[in-house]
């Protein structure tokens, strides 16, 4: 009896105490994953995904970065139907959020959304990546560039464009290069380019506008740095000759219609045109010009300056001196010098004075044309030259003056008739032109004595 209740006093021991180190053990085997989901653990998945609902999507992605578990279960409420609904909003056509506290525009929400899958994907080879963002946003038709009925009253590209901000900031070029390519084969944007660059321009209006919007919304969207800026309209110029790159550049930055966005071909042609269309045109000029482009030389801006003056025919030449004057010193100087280095005196003193002209239709200070006359002079190696180009000037304005003055005498003029206005402006840009030369001319003089 002793013996048996013994042994069967030790067999009961052992089995509390083998028990007792399984009860110890079980929780080691989830404590990685505990720690890791924190007491969301206890939650049912549905219960987790009705708490993201109450969440901002900044606060979620602020969340994704806890770790690579609740990443993993965001990249799965992503995925659901109610994740989805959640995340895609699509009222591109109503700038402001359903129900958005202090007016959160959906471009706000798409860059916070940005920056939640880029935490969700942070793990991630950039490939697959970019495969889990266009699995994601692909059922959003407004990101698509024929995807919108409606593109120039849609936000969709908007949105795409600072998603696509947020989630590259900070790659590297090798990386963004992945991007541009990715997105080029995607939208089969090197067809549709090579469509519109190689057909009569305005004979596809249509796609043109789409190319148009979908590059400077998506691709060439604000970026905060220059270099940035010049990354991306380098990758779309680059793969093509300089006679297209002109043209695409027109495409992409050069004048539209303001009823239906179609680009303006003739604008340059038909008249003087004003500053605001121009601007775009010239704010891409100084950009590829800049430091920031590495991969464009002063040739090659120069060359493709030359170039979009004759896009789709030459442009009058007020328009091309306004361009130059609006793409800054360096390169009006730049551009300049390289004709007077080419022998092409009687083409740079016609160019000199319409930039003249253009100084004193749009208020700029005439000193600036007088002392680019200066350095342009300086370029020339022989006094014969520099003599022969200021003869060349001193012609241009004296034929200028005498036909607009028989333009003016030819004939009836209507009110609307610019005749007379242009001879106006020239007379005084001769006047204030050559008073600003008396002016240096008495300055160096009273400096010598």
């Known amino acids: 009896m002793t013996s048996s209740a013994g042994s069967?006093?030790?067999?009961?021991?052992?089995?509390?105490?083998?028990?007792?180190?399984?009860?110890?053990?079980?929780?080691?085997?989830n404590s990685q994953t505990l720690s890791a989901l924190g007491d969301f653990q206890t939650l049912p998945l549905e219960i987790f995904h009705m708490v993201l609902n109450y969440l901002s999507v900044r606060d979620i992605s602020m969340l994704s970065m806890v770790s690579k578990t609740i990443g993993s279960r965001l990249i799965n409420y992503i995925s659901t139907t109610s994740g989805t609904r959640r995340l895609l909003l699509q009222d591109f056509h109503n700038p402001q959020l359903p129900g958005g506290k202090g007016g959160t525009s959906i471009l706000e929400h798409y860059r916070s959304l940005g920056l939640l899958l880029k935490r969700c994907t942070l793990l991630l080879p950039t490939r697959d990546r970019l495969k889990y963002v266009h699995k994601v946003l692909s059922g959003v038709s407004c990101f698509k560039l024929h995807g919108c009925a409606s593109p120039l009253h849609c936000l969709g590209l908007q949105c795409y464009g600072v998603f696509l901000q947020m989630l590259t900031a900070g790659w590297n070029e090798l990386e963004c290069h992945r991007v541009f390519n990715f997105l080029w084969e995607l939208t089969n944007l090197d067809r549709k380019v090579q469509t519109v660059v190689s057909s009569k321009p305005g004979s596809a209006r249509k796609l043109e506008l789409r190319i148009?919007?979908?590059?400077?919304?998506?691709?060439?969207?604000?970026?905060?740095?220059?270099?940035?800026?010049?990354?991306?309209?380098?990758?779309?110029?680059?793969?093509?000759?300089?006679?297209?790159?002109?043209?695409?550049?027109?495409?992409?930055?050069?004048?539209?219609?303001?009823?239906?966005?179609?680009?303006?071909?003739?604008?340059?042609?038909?008249?003087?045109?004003?500053?605001?269309?121009?601007?775009?045109?010239?704010?891409?000029?100084?950009?590829?010009?800049?430091?920031?482009?590495?991969?464009?030389?002063?040739?090659?801006?120069?060359?493709?300056?030359?170039?979009?003056?004759?896009?789709?025919?030459?442009?009058?030449?007020?328009?091309?001196?306004?361009?130059?004057?609006?793409?800054?010193?360096?390169?009006?100087?730049?551009?300049?010098?390289?004709?007077?280095?080419?022998?092409?005196?009687?083409?740079?003193?016609?160019?000199?004075?319409?930039?003249?002209?253009?100084?004193?239709?749009?208020?700029?200070?005439?000193?600036?044309?007088?002392?680019?006359?200066?350095?342009?002079?300086?370029?020339?190696?022989?006094?014969?030259?520099?003599?022969n180009f200021l003869q060349c000037l001193e012609n241009t304005f004296a034929h200028m003056l005498m036909d607009m003055l028989q333009a003016v005498l030819a004939g009836e003029h209507h009110e609307e008739d610019g005749s007379f206005l242009n001879l106006f402006h020239l007379v005084n840009a001769q006047a204030n032109f050559h008073k600003e030369i008396l002016h240096m001319a008495m300055g160096n003089s009273n400096s010598t004595t």
């Not at 105490?17 to 080691?28: D, K, M, Q, V």
């Not at 000029?285 to 920031?292: F, N, P, S």
């Not at 022998?343 to 253009?358: I, S």
């Open 212 to 387: 148009r919007l979908f590059c400077r919304a998506v691709l060439l969207a604000p970026w905060h740095h220059l270099s940035d800026s010049a990354f991306w309209l380098t990758r779309i110029l680059k793969p093509w000759p300089m006679v297209n790159q002109a043209r695409l550049l027109y495409i992409i930055f050069g004048p539209v219609s303001s009823l239906d966005g179609h680009v303006l071909w003739q604008k340059m042609i038909e008249g003087p045109t004003d500053e605001s269309s121009l601007k775009g045109l010239a704010d891409a000029i100084k950009l590829l010009y800049g430091t920031e482009a590495r991969e464009w030389t002063a040739d090659d801006v120069i060359s493709l300056v030359d170039e979009l003056s004759v896009v789709p025919q030459e442009w009058l030449m007020e328009n091309n001196a306004r361009l130059l004057l609006l793409s800054g010193s360096s390169i009006c100087f730049t551009f300049m010098a390289s004709k007077a280095v080419n022998g092409r005196a009687v083409e740079l003193a016609r160019l000199l004075v319409f930039m003249a002209l253009v100084c004193e239709k749009d208020l700029y200070c005439m000193d600036w044309a007088v002392n680019m006359m200066q350095k342009v002079c300086e370029v020339f190696s022989t006094p014969w030259e520099r003599n």
């Open 8 to 29: 069967s006093c030790t067999s009961i021991h052992r089995h509390k105490r083998r028990r007792s180190l399984r009860t110890c053990h079980a929780p080691g085997r």
